[in-house]
């Protein structure tokens, strides 16, 4: 298993929700995906598209309107 970390703060939609699919195509069954980023919306849509994906969404945490999302593939 793998851990893939992207970095997304200080980026808009749709950047994050395009960073985040570019990890999973690359991400092999049971890796691990964690995205952190600052953008209030991201933070609804990528669940939201992970689990239309079929993929687990572990976390999603939110402190100091920061926000770490982690993903299984």
Known sequence: MTETNIDVRGQTCPVPLVECRKAIKKAAPGDEIVIVGT???????????????????????DKDNEWKIRIKR
Request: hydrophobic share 45%.
């Open 39 to 61: 953008h209030p919306a991201s933070k609804k849509e990528i669940p939201m598209a992970c689990e239309a994906m079929g993929l687990e969404v572990m976390e999603v945490e």
